[in-house]
C-alpha cells in the first residue's frame, strides 16, 4: 500500500468510527453529553482534513 492510499483508509475510518460511535451512544445521553460528542467528532472530522491536506516532506536526493 501506498502512503496516499494508507491516508485515506485512516481519514475515512476516523470519520466513520467517531460518527458511528456518537450515534450510538447518543441515546443514553443527556443534551451536553450530546453537544460535547458533537464536537469531538467535529474536530476528528477537522484532524481527518489537516492530515490529508498536510504537505508531504520534501524529498532529499543523495549528497554528492
Known amino acids: 500500500m501506498t502512503r496516499d492510499s494508507i491516508e485515506k483508509l485512516g481519514t475515512i475510518f476516523l470519520a466513520v468510527f467517531s460518527t458511528g460511535l456518537a450515534l450510538v451512544l447518543a441515546s443514553e445521553m443527556n443534551p451536553v453529553q450530546r453537544f460535547g460528542a458533537l464536537v469531538?467528532?467535529?474536530?476528528?472530522?477537522?484532524?481527518?482534513?489537516v492530515v490529508r491536506r498536510w504537505p508531504h516532506p520534501a524529498q532529499v536526493g543523495p549528497k554528492d
Open 40 to 49: 469531538a467528532v467535529s474536530a476528528s472530522l477537522a484532524l481527518s482534513v
